[in-house]
């Protein structure tokens, strides 16, 4: 990080004034003159040099706001991941390594960039939600991304699970309800550079079938019951991660997998997620 400003001390300040000095009269009035006006000068640059040393980051924050932010950012996404979510028990490299990647504070708004990697959800917009750090770490690993997968992803919000997973997995397919959340989602994620994501508008109870079969689904919002189309998308052997219940009740985050034709699935934990929308 480069010089943001440099301070000059009292001390140089009446050196240069004793020096612009040297040379004028020596009358005993002139003399106590500058004795007076050296303590006076003393006095205010020494309060001044407390000031600064009291609120040196303070002003070094206000003088350099982009660097400093940025290392904070940092920061915050190092401890987000050691504190949240590799603290309580996520230990797939690949995806601790795409959480540690993504600017997740570029998935907010500005003005709540500062609590992007704080442990808890985020408003987005349109009554829907960035989820919570450790939800979207544990939906990834729970689908086991391998690189050669497709997968596809229902509730794009503001594409941060996409993210997440085009650092992981060939190729991302994401739909949201919402128009102007998906496309604000899709400029943003082509912004960053995920060639690999394919992002539409639309309804996900249907899924995405001229791109199916999927290796994995990924559902961001809360369903009632399981939608039939996206299990006919889902691959055999393949895996599906989605909340259900009711807004009004305690939902379940339900690990659904497909072996030889047969459904199953397994209820991890409860959750709170925004409900399903549906087109009307």
């Known amino acids: 990080m480069g010089e943001c400003c ?24 002139l003399t106590f003159t ?3 006006q050296t303590i006076i000068l003393t006095l205010i640059f020494g309060f001044i040099a407390q000031f600064i040393s009291n609120n040196i980051s303070f002003i070094v924050d206000w003088g350099c706001p982009a660097a400093i932010a940025a290392d904070r950012l940092e920061e915050g996404r190092h401890l987000m991941v050691t504190q949240q979510i590799k603290a309580r028990g996520i230990e797939d490299k690949t ?36 989820s919570q750090p450790y939800i979207v770490a ?6 086991q ?8 992803e ?13 650092e992981l997995v060939d190729k991302v397919y994401t739909m949201e309800i919402v128009p102007e959340l998906a496309k604000d989602a899709k400029i943003l994620l082509k912004k960053l550079g ?37 299990l006919k998308q889902l691959k055999e052997g393949g895996r599906m991660i989605i909340p259900v219940g009711s807004p009004l009740y305690v939902q379940h985050l339900m690990l659904v997998e ?20 549906r087109s009307k």
């Open 6 to 29: 440099t301070l000059h001390t009292g001390y140089e300040m009446l050196r240069t004034n004793r020096k612009y000095s040297a040379g004028r009269s020596k009358s005993p009035w």
């Open 34 to 36: 500058q004795r007076g």
């Open 95 to 130: 995806v601790l390594r795409a959480m540690s990647k993504v600017p997740r504070h570029l998935f907010v708004s500005k003005k709540l960039s500062s609590r992007a990697y704080g442990d808890f959800p985020l408003p987005i917009g349109h009554g829907q939600t960035i």
């Open 138 to 143: 544990y939906m990834t690993e729970v689908v």
């Open 145 to 152: 991304p391998k690189p050669h997968q497709r997968i596809l």
């Open 154 to 166: 229902i509730g794009t919000g503001s594409g941060y699970q996409a993210a997440i997973l085009a």
């Open 194 to 230: 995920y060639t690999n994501v394919e992002a539409m508008q639309g309804d996900g109870y249907y899924g995405w079938a001229e791109a199916s079969p999927f290796d994995a689904i990924v559902v961001t919002a809360a369903a009632e019951f399981i939608p039939p189309p996206l």
């Open 258 to 277: 497909k072996n030889q034709g047969r459904i199953t699935t397994r209820n991890l934990m409860p959750v709170r997620f925004v409900p399903f929308r």
